[in-house]
Nanobody, 126 residues
Framework: QVQLVESGGGLVQAGGSLRLSCAASGRTFSAYVVGWIRHSPGKEREFVAAISKVGVYTYYADSVKGRFTISRDNAKNAVWLQMNSLKPEDTAVYSC???????????????????WGQGTQVTVSS
């Protein structure tokens, strides 16, 4: 198993930036693909980005391409989500989640992730 804890959320104006962190503990962190998934009230969970086990490959939702960047450092057991040019519609609780396989066919499915953090709130004001 792997335990995940997010941090870095907050309130920011539209056009601003935030950097989310996901700290992992437990089994070998490099054994997991890590993704960010967001959830806002009244909406379904939405995939944001994912990164492969050693960080070679990344995968983004169309809604965040060119604005968000996911990265990881396995020596630090950490994954980050750099969010630039934030929009009010990016407001949500952002959770990091882990899975054992890299499969692009299911990468954007939240139910394909096995381990989840508690989430961190991001609020973008207009």
């Amino acid at each position: 198993q792997v335990q995940l804890v997010e941090s870095g959320g907050g309130l920011v104006q539209a056009g601003g930036s935030l950097r989310l962190s996901c700290a992992a503990s437990g089994r070998t962190f490099s054994a997991y693909v890590v993704g960010w998934i967001r959830h806002s009230p009244g909406k379904e969970r939405e995939f944001v980005a994912a990164i492969s086990k050693v960080g070679v490959y990344t995968y983004y939702a169309d809604s965040v391409k060119g604005r968000f960047t996911i990265s990881r450092d396995n020596a630090k057991n950490a994954v980050w989500l750099q969010m630039n040019s934030l929009k009010p519609e990016d407001t949500a609780v952002y959770s990091c989640a882990a899975r054992s396989d890299w499969a692009t066919a299911t990468m954007s499915r939240p139910d394909a992730y096995n381990y989840w953090g508690q989430g961190t709130q991001v609020t973008v004001s207009s």
